[in-house]
């Protein structure tokens, strides 16, 4: 079965600094992937998608992931990181073969001044 | 667009009751999905709609869980007998193409 690995539940950073999540996936075949953020009290909103064709993607509010098909990964960068990322970040596959979304357990960004 | 709506968005209930949650998609959109969120973790699938077909079920919905979506617009979600294990926020989304769900703010059910 599908699953999902996101490696670290938080993260912490300087406002300013780099932003990676890390988002690793178990398929011999390649996925959709996403990448969702949840922001206190509110509802998940899609950050970005890679489906097919370049495998950089470019997502809202300066966030971009690179799908690496040797590495199973889909990791989440920002160059700088501003207060308002801080939220939890969620990594999710959706197989080939159905439209259910498969989510990993998340990540917790913290932003310090 | 007034986005996924959820209600009620607090529940709480006792052990064994019935619980019942609704759900009312963005309007034109054809695909209805329900996933639950317990703390720490991330969503994980339930059920799935297209129109009012039921396509597919998670192993992890018991037969104390049924969910409808009549007429094909919005869906209803219902728990029998809820147990506490039930505790959880349960999310629906909708979407018009597999690529992009919408999901509303969910409904946060406590069994007591």
């Known amino acids: 079965a599908q699953s999902v690995t996101q490696l670290g539940s938080h993260v912490s950073v300087s406002e300013g600094a780099l932003v990676l999540l890390r988002c690793n996936y178990s398929?011999?075949?390649?996925?959709?992937l996403f990448w969702y953020v949840q922001y206190p009290n509110q509802g998940l909103q899609l950050l970005l998608k890679?489906?097919?064709?370049?495998?950089l993607v470019k997502g809202i509010n300066g966030f971009e992931a690179e799908f690496k098909k040797s590495e199973t990964s889909f990791h989440l960068t920002k160059p700088s990181a501003h207060m308002s990322d801080a939220a939890e970040y969620f990594c999710a596959v959706s197989p080939l073969d159905t439209d259910k979304l498969i989510f990993g357990t998340g990540t917790r960004l913290q932003v310090f001044p | 667009d007034t986005g996924v709506s959820q209600d009620p968005r607090h529940k709480i209930t006792k052990r064994g009751q019935n619980v019942t949650f609704r759900c009312d998609p963005i309007?034109?959109?054809?695909?209805l999905y329900w996933y639950r969120q317990t703390l720490g973790q991330g969503p994980e699938f339930l059920t799935y709609?297209?129109?009012?077909?039921?396509?597919?079920k998670s192993r992890l919905l018991s037969d104390r869980f049924s969910a409808e979506r009549p007429k094909g617009s919005f869906s209803t979600l219902e728990i029998q007998r809820t147990e506490q294990g039930d505790s959880a926020m349960y999310l629906c989304?909708?979407?018009?193409?597999?690529?992009?769900?919408?999901f509303g703010p969910g409904t946060r059910l406590t069994v007591l």
């Open positions: 890679y489906t097919t064709g370049a495998t």
């Open positions: 709609f297209q129109n009012e077909a039921q396509l597919e």
């Open positions: 989304a909708s979407s018009l193409d597999r690529l992009e769900q919408f």
């Open positions: 309007s034109e959109h054809n695909r």
């Open positions: 398929s011999s075949v390649p996925p959709y």
